[in-house]
Structure formats: C-alpha cells, structure tokens
C-alpha cells in the first residue's frame, strides 16, 4: 500500500480556506484516495475521494495533479467546528473502502476564531 | 436512521483479562471492519468480515479473534490483555465487500491496567 505525508498540524482562523496536501509518491494505478475527518472519540468520518483531477461535494474539493504523487484537500471558509484531525488514505478503491487500508498520523487542523 | 452502534462505550480490563467488544453495522449493510486506535495515532485495520466470512486480517496477533452473525452484528475478541492493547478500537459497516464508502461507529475505549 501507497505510504502517505502529511503535515502534523496546521492553524487556520474562521473565513479561511485551508489546504491540506498529502504527498504518495509511490501511488499505484489503480489506487484511489481518500480523505476522512476525525472529530475527538469519534470514529473517522468520509470527507472525499478521488481518483484524478478534481472531485468537489458540499463540503470540501480535492485536488489531485497529472502525476497523481500527491493531493489536496481544500476545505472552504472553515469554521471553529472544523478543528479536527484529518487523513489521507491511499489504496485500491475495494480494499480503501472495504478497510484494509491503513490510516497514516493524519493532520490536526486547528481553526481560530 | 441509525448508524453503527457499539458497545460498550468504555471498558477497564486489567493485564491477561479477556474482553469483547460488539458492533452492530448500519441496517443493509453487510460488511463490517475492526480497527484500533492508539491515542495520537491514525486508526489500524484488524479485521473485515463479510457475509460472514473473513475477509482481511491486519497485522495483528493472533490473540485477536473476530466473528460477524446472520444479523451481520460482530464481535472482536481480544485474549491475554496487554498494556498496549489501551485504544479506542472502532467499527466501520458498508453495504458490501468493496466500492462503497465506510461507515464508523463512535467506538469502544479499553483501558488495560
């Protein structure tokens, strides 16, 4: 399975639109990516997915470039709610979503007021 | 609707105790995966079952033991409790083996004395 980087945290303030990229270089073709966003002593919750270009729903958009080694997760004039701690999965879309991919340390994005 | 329920919320085992932990996945769905989740870490595949069968198996000791019912419900058993068996260990269901997105429930803490 594809090894995934991201930042460990990142701050942001209320109105901002946050970035947040997640490098797999050794990203393979039939692998997809997928974002969850993970609130404290909840469980993980789907964000995006993607597999080239750009994929955008009512809550975030992903970005993913020609060479497909990395992805960005861009999240709109985040709010204080959005704090949370977010991650990147690289994997074959059956094994991503079926749950034998593996989570990486994700980013822990703080949002200030 | 309901989503994926578990119980119990939080446990205290002490070291070389037995525990069980249950899942029930979102009503029509089939597939249910077991993860572990050490505190500041991303979530770590155990096992997916589908239609009763096992489908995936993490890297995980074998003192890790899973099953899922005709209801699709599962249980993860865990033998011979170490210190570092302490996580939040989640459940996620999807409709079937592979494609779909998963669902998480809000976990059970364990806590090993």
């Known amino acids: 399975l594809a090894k995934t980087t991201q930042p460990i945290s990142m701050d942001s303030y209320e109105g901002q639109e946050v970035n947040i990229t997640c490098s797999h270089n050794?990203?393979?073709?039939?692998?997809?990516i997928t974002w969850y966003q993970q609130f404290p002593s909840q469980g993980p919750r789907f964000i995006i997915q993607g597999y080239k270009t750009k994929v955008t729903n009512e809550v975030a958009s992903l970005f993913i470039p020609a060479d497909r080694k990395s992805s960005t997760l861009s999240l709109p004039r985040v709010s204080l709610s959005d704090t949370a701690v977010y991650y990147c999965l690289v994997g074959d879309i059956d094994n991503t979503n079926a749950g034998k991919s593996t989570f990486g340390d994700g980013t822990t994005l703080t949002v200030k007021p | 609707d309901a989503g994926v329920t578990q119980s119990p919320t939080h446990l205290i085992k002490t070291r070389g105790q037995h525990v069980t932990l249950r899942c029930s996945p979102i009503?029509?769905?089939?597939?249910v995966s077991w993860y572990q989740q050490v505190l500041g870490q991303g979530p770590q595949f155990i096992f997916q079952?589908?239609?009763?069968?096992?489908?995936g198996r993490g890297n995980f000791p074998d003192r890790f033991s899973a099953r899922q019912f005709p209801n699709y419900s599962s249980e993860l058993n865990v033998n011979a409790l170490l210190l570092g068996d302490s996580a939040l260990y989640l459940c996620a269901s999807r409709t079937s083996g592979g494609g779909e997105t998963q669902y998480f429930g809000p976990g059970t803490r364990l806590l090993v004395l």
């Open positions: 079952y589908y239609e009763k069968e096992e489908r």
């Open positions: 050794n990203i393979a073709t039939n692998d997809y």
């Open positions: 009503s029509g769905h089939k597939s």
